[in-house]
């Protein structure tokens, strides 16, 4: 099974307008953690907002927002006044509680191509 | 922030050449990570390393090899390179052992074999 799923391969959005890109998790521990990349065309990997399973608050970095529903178990990343810098893939991780035996490690899903348009 | 480096940013390279793929980083980081991505497509995780002279293998199994010799260094190897290992290589590193750890990437390798 799938550990984390993202359902949208592709997403548009008018510049200026905000925008979610939906991630689910599947896990077994109570600790982990989810993280938010961004990936541009020239291929590096950009880290954007971390929200922690205990965490009661949604995480928040600047136009970035983490819409956290725990009992749904999702994570969807919202972008707010969309610029056309934001055009690229943004994939979503998560790192299992050491219980798992994953340790440091990130599982990734499979990304999200999010197009802005002028 | 990290600060993360990896060469080359690109290689076209025959088949059956040896090839070694540089990361270096220079805050310290303990941890580092080798990952491989297909084009459009999610990251995999190959090989990583907790410290010097520890290195571990990844959940995609990889004929690639790594070494970590110095904590700054992290270099990926292939013996013999085939069409097959045609892929973006990302470097990361991380540092701190606890849950919400960043990691930090490098710009990546795109490999390409003939």
């Known amino acids: 099974a799938q550990k984390i799923t993202q359902t949208q391969p592709g997403m548009f959005v008018q510049e200026k307008e905000a925008v979610t890109l939906d991630c689910t998790y599947d896990?077994?521990?109570?600790?982990?953690?989810l993280f938010w990349y961004k990936q541009p065309s020239s291929g590096e990997m950009i880290f954007l907002i971390y929200?922690?399973?205990?965490?009661?608050q949604n995480a928040t970095e600047g136009r970035y927002s983490l819409n956290f529903q725990k009992a749904r178990k999702s994570a969807n990343l919202v972008i707010s006044a969309s610029q056309l810098g934001d055009s690229a893939m943004y994939f979503c991780a998560m790192r299992e509680g050491f219980s798992g035996g994953s340790n440091y490690k990130l599982t990734f899903g499979k990304g999200t191509l999010l197009t802005v348009n002028p | 922030e990290a600060d993360i480096y990896q060469t080359p940013r690109y290689l076209v390279i025959g088949t059956g050449k040896k090839i070694t793929l540089e990361c270096s980083q220079t805050m310290g980081h303990d941890k580092m990570y080798w990952y491989q991505q297909d084009p459009g497509m999610e990251l995999h995780l190959i090989h990583y390393s907790y410290g010097v002279n520890s290195t571990e293998k990844g959940d995609l199994s990889s004929e690639s090899t790594v070494s970590r010799i110095r904590t700054e260094h992290f270099p990926l190897t292939l013996e013999s390179a085939r069409p097959s290992h045609t892929s973006q290589y990302l470097c990361?590193?991380?540092?701190?052992?606890?849950?919400?750890?960043?990691?930090?990437f490098g710009p990546g390798t795109r490999l390409l074999v003939l």
């Open positions: 990361a590193s991380s540092e701190g052992g606890i849950l919400k750890e960043t990691q930090y």
């Open positions: 896990t077994s521990d109570q600790s982990y953690g």
């Open positions: 929200q922690g399973s205990y965490d009661e």
